[in-house]
């Protein structure tokens, strides 16, 4: 099951080579007015504005491929340490260890009883030190 910018992509990219070969057509049809136009202004003046309309849905249709193959859907963290969940999507309010929902003040996981930032501050000096750190990297203080 495809999530919704997975399906954007794949309608962009599909609009972006459907105009690509229309732009084609009207290049081709431009061509053949001129070819066949035999000095009629009309016919000299369609064929213009089929290459115009040429020019138009090539450059459109590069960037709709483009703009297409450059969509991704969001896989990962937009917060350390958060997990990232199906199809592309991420919650940032998810416990690090369990996956649990949380509130946004939530200091302690409800589920594993983890803290929910990967920091922890030292008594002695509160300076933020990594989850799993044995000592305070600016005092020296050790951790229990």
Not at 67 to 89: D, F, H, S, Y
């Amino acid at each position: 099951m495809l999530n919704k910018i997975q399906k954007g992509k794949r309608n962009l990219i599909i609009l972006g080579i459907t105009l690509l070969v229309l732009s084609i057509l009207c290049g081709v049809g431009g061509v053949l007015c001129t070819v066949f136009s035999e000095a009629r202004w009309w016919m000299i003046l369609i064929a213009l504005v089929l290459y115009a309309l040429g020019i138009l849905g090539l450059i459109v249709s590069i960037t709709f491929i483009w703009v297409g193959r450059a969509m991704t859907a969001t896989i990962g963290n937009i917060k350390e340490g958060n997990i990232p969940l199906e199809n592309g999507t991420i919650n940032a309010h998810r416990c690090n260890n369990c996956g649990a929902d949380l509130a946004e003040d939530d200091e302690f996981c409800k589920e594993c009883g983890r803290p929910t930032s990967n920091t922890k501050k030292c008594a002695k000096c509160n300076a933020k030190n990594a989850i799993d750190a044995k000592i305070c990297t600016k005092c020296g203080e050790k951790f229990e």
